[in-house]
């Protein structure tokens, strides 16, 4: 179950995208930026949807202050718009959107959207930054796979000191 954080002024839409995403995903919701970026630095969701127009801090400089603290900078952000622009697209993609929507929603394709968002950020902080390799987690899940099942397995695991600094000099 994927924590997902919603930012948007207007109540109504907010209640419909809870209502919507509320049977298979843990929801919080604020109404401006601030509390945004505020709530996503303490509950360090897995994605934030959010308004472009959002009071105080809009969606564009959502993305760059979420981006900017290394707490929430993996988190995936889908910017939403009732009036959409190409230019807006732009600049909400270069600013560090993953996606942007326009409203009124196709829930099917908004479903859509979520999903590969939310899985290409989970495939994401799954890497470890120092070798782009599957990490920590997806080893921990092939060790989990494999205890449950009736396979055979031998497991040898090796930690190497002082690896990083090895791998920044040589790759």
Same mark, same amino acid.
Request: net charge negative.
């Given at each position: 179950?994927?924590?997902?954080?919603?930012?948007?002024?207007?109540?109504?839409?907010?209640?419909?995208?809870?209502?919507?995403?509320?049977?298979?995903?843990?929801?919080?919701?604020?109404?401006?930026?601030?509390?945004?970026?505020?709530?996503?630095?303490?509950?360090?969701?897995?994605?934030?949807?959010?308004?472009?127009?959002?009071?105080?801090?809009?969606?564009?400089?959502?993305?760059?202050?979420?981006?900017?603290?290394?707490?929430?900078?993996?988190?995936?952000?889908?910017?939403?718009?009732?009036?959409?622009?190409?230019?807006?697209?732009?600049?909400?993609?270069?600013?560090?959107?993953?996606?942007?929507?326009?409203?009124?929603?196709?829930?099917?394709?908004?479903?859509?959207? +979520?999903? $590969?968002?939310? @899985?290409? *950020? #989970?495939?994401?902080? %799954?890497?470890?930054?120092?070798?782009?390799?599957?990490? /920590? !987690?997806?080893?921990?899940?092939?060790?989990?796979?494999? +205890?449950? $099942?009736?396979? @055979?397995? *031998? #497991?040898?695991?090796? %930690?190497?000191?002082?690896?990083?600094?090895?791998?920044? /000099? !040589?790759?």
């Amino acid at each position: 179950m994927a924590k997902i954080l919603l930012a948007d002024a207007d109540q109504e839409t907010l209640d419909e995208i809870e209502q919507h995403l509320s049977s298979e995903h843990q929801i919080e919701r604020v109404s401006n930026g601030e509390d945004a970026i505020e709530v996503a630095s303490k509950s360090q969701p897995d994605l934030i949807i959010a308004e472009v127009s959002l009071d105080g801090v809009d969606g564009f400089g959502l993305c760059q202050a979420i981006h900017h603290n290394p707490k929430t900078s993996s988190v995936a952000i889908i910017l939403t718009t009732s009036q959409p622009l190409p230019a807006e697209k732009v600049r909400a993609l270069n600013s560090g959107a993953d996606d942007y929507l326009a409203k009124p929603f196709d829930w099917e394709a908004f479903d859509a959207h +979520v999903q $590969s968002v939310l @899985q290409r *950020a #989970l495939r994401m902080r %799954d890497l470890s930054p120092i070798t782009m390799l599957p990490g /920590r !987690y997806r080893i921990n899940v092939e060790i989990d796979r494999l +205890v449950s $099942s009736e396979a @055979q397995y *031998a #497991l040898i695991e090796c %930690d190497i000191t002082n690896f990083k600094a090895y791998n920044e /000099r !040589y790759g």
